[in-house]
C-alpha cells in the first residue's frame, strides 16, 4: 500500500499533471524538490548496496 502511494508519487506523468490543488507555483516547486530528495536517498541507498556487497 505505502509503495503504491510512493510509485504513484514518483511517477513522472504524475508530475507534469495539471490538477486544481496545484496551481499554486510554489507547492508545484515544493513537491519537485521533494520528488528530487526522494530519487537522491534512493540512489544513495542502492551505491551503498553495490559497495557493501563488492567487499
Given at each position: ?47 551503498m548496496?553495490i ?5
Amino acid at each position: 500500500m505505502i509503495l503504491k502511494k510512493l510509485l504513484y508519487y514518483l511517477d513522472l506523468r504524475t508530475l507534469f499533471r495539471n490538477d486544481r490543488y496545484k496551481r499554486n507555483v510554489n507547492v508545484r516547486f515544493m513537491n519537485g524538490m521533494n520528488r528530487i530528495s526522494i530519487f537522491m536517498f534512493l540512489f544513495a541507498i542502492v551505491v551503498m548496496l553495490i559497495r557493501y556487497l563488492k567487499r
